[in-house]
């Protein structure tokens, strides 16, 4: 079975500073690796993910993840963030088997 | 718009009664899910159906049931054996095959009282 950790529950920024939220999964085969966000009151949506080649993904916002398969990792990053930014962001790590599989969340606060 | 709807936004019911969540989507996609979110827990698969007249239990099933007749939509009962039925509610769609990212609805946050 495949499961996912997120090592922060909640993360405080102040703006401008550097974002990296850890993920890490666990599955034997070929993964798809995502990343999304819940901002205060609105609907889930894809920040970015990851299927094949460049381990390197670029998303939406500003955001980016890394794929590192020796270390089963996905982490996301952000150099700058925005008071905007703040959200709960959730990995996702989907196998052969189409079931999406989330962890458990990481509250970001960006303090003006 | 496209996009996937469910109705209602909150929702109170009595113990010990069953309520039907609905989500409906005009996206065309062929697969569907029901997922459960409580605070901490991440979200929490129930059900899922990649096709019409077919479903599957996820990771949480017990005390919940679903249907698939249309293609367009795919309704989550909670049913009164639900230990714990209070939560938010989220319904996702995504075209068929492994490499599609879900969307997702709004959410209805059933409160059991």
């Known amino acids: 079975a495949q499961s996912v950790s997120q090592h922060n529950h909640h993360v405080i920024l102040s703006e401008a500073a550097s974002l990296e939220l850890g993920c890490n999964y666990s599955y034997g085969g070929t993964v798809n690796l995502f990343w999304y966000v819940q901002y205060p009151g609105q609907h889930l949506q894809l920040l970015l993910k990851y299927f094949s080649g460049d381990p390197l993904v670029k998303g939406i916002k500003g955001f980016e993840a890394e794929f590192i398969k020796s270390k089963f990792s996905f982490n996301l990053r952000k150099p700058s963030v925005q008071w905007s930014d703040t959200a709960e962001y959730f990995c996702a790590v989907k196998g052969s088997n189409y079931k999406l599989t989330f962890g458990k969340g990481t509250l970001l606060t960006v303090n003006p | 718009d496209g996009g996937i709807t469910q109705s209602p936004k909150y929702l109170f019911r009595k113990e010990g009664q069953n309520v039907t969540l609905s989500c409906e989507q005009n996206l065309n996609h062929d697969a569907m899910y029901w997922y459960r979110q409580d605070p901490g827990q991440g979200l929490r698969l129930i059900y899922y159906s990649q096709i019409v007249n077919d479903f599957q239990k996820g990771d949480i099933a017990e005390g919940y049931s679903v249907s698939r007749e249309k293609k367009e939509s795919f309704p989550l009962t909670v049913t009164s054996a639900q230990k714990n039925p209070t939560a938010f509610y989220l319904c996702?769609?995504?075209?068929?095959?492994?490499?599609?990212?879900?969307?997702f609805g709004p959410g209805t946050r059933l409160t059991v009282l």
């Open positions: 996702a769609s995504s075209s068929s095959g492994g490499r599609n990212e879900q969307f």
